[in-house]
């Protein structure tokens, strides 16, 4: 059955000590009060095992934002997926567009990542979308089906439907830009449209697919509201409790 979730992305932001204290704000906050989604934090790789320990006994999960795309071995500075399961996370955020951009993270990269990551019992919240340029050229569509159809179209029907997707359109990551609850409905409607003719209908809508992009208190209940978006990836928004707890009861 399709799962609604709210997932937060700290990136590269907090202490050790800061992303403790707000996992733990956000641990009280959600004590007695009715979720209607799955909650999860991803906090920098640096503070994961310790966010786990803070969030125990709590609905909040736990990701990392990235993991190696090898298994094991003399790759200096990575961090492979099942040293991530050995913390108790239990996602990890892949293809996000800043590594996509900044890393040259491309689809292939993306596909072994997840091969890596499911092999390890952990669930991929796979990000795609469009840069500004793509948009206004009118190629989105185009886009967003080559970047889901190349990462996540190589697994079989069971694996993929053990996938979280985030469509999150470039220009309104961190922007302050959001799509519109139109334009968001538009792009994931067609993305259970793709996976519908890959998968079959039954994977198609059982699917959970977040939106991201400056999405926020003020803004997460029209988005949510939409059929085919089933949560949201948050960045800013994330950072702090009382924001991260509004989107959570946007649902
Ligand atoms: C993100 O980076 O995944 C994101 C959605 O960021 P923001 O909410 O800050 O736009």
Redesign the pocket.
């Known amino acids: 059955m399709r799962k609604n979730v709210v997932a937060g992305?700290w990136?590269m932001n907090k202490t050790l000590q800061e992303g403790v204290a707000l996992a733990t704000e956000l641990k009280e906050a959600l004590a007695g009060v009715e979720v209607k989604c799955g909650v999860v934090v991803a906090p920098p790789l640096t503070h994961v095992a310790s966010v786990v320990e803070a969030v125990k006994g709590s609905v909040i999960g736990v990701s990392a934002q990235n993991c190696a795309e090898k298994e094991k071995g003399a790759y200096t500075g990575e961090v492979s997926a099942e040293m991530i399961q050995s913390t108790g996370a239990g996602f990890v955020i892949l293809g996000?567009?800043?590594r996509r951009e900044y890393y040259g993270e491309t689809s292939e990269i993306i596909k072994n990542k997840i091969q890596l990551v499911l092999a390890n019992g952990l669930t991929p919240i796979v990000?795609f979308g469009e840069v500004l340029a793509q948009r206004e050229a009118e190629k989105h569509f185009d886009v967003v089906k080559s970047q889901v159809q190349e990462a996540m179209f190589d697994f079989s029907a069971a694996d993929f439907g053990k996938m979280i997707l985030?469509y999150?359109p470039v220009w309104?990551?961190?922007?302050g830009k959001t799509a519109s609850a139109d334009q968001a409905q538009e792009i994931h409607a067609f993305v259970r449209g793709i996976v519908a003719e890959k998968y079959g209908k039954q994977v198609a809508d059982d699917c959970t697919i977040l939106y991201?992009?400056?999405?926020?208190p003020a803004n997460a209940k029209e988005l949510f509201s939409n059929p085919d978006v089933d949560g949201?990836?948050?960045?800013?928004?994330?950072l702090k409790a009382a924001d991260f707890m509004a989107i959570i009861q946007a649902f």
Request: hydrophobic share 25%; aromatic share 0%.
């Open positions: 992305n990136k996000h567009s800043e990000c985030a999150e309104a990551i961190g922007t991201g992009g400056s999405c926020n949201g990836l948050i960045g800013g928004a994330s």
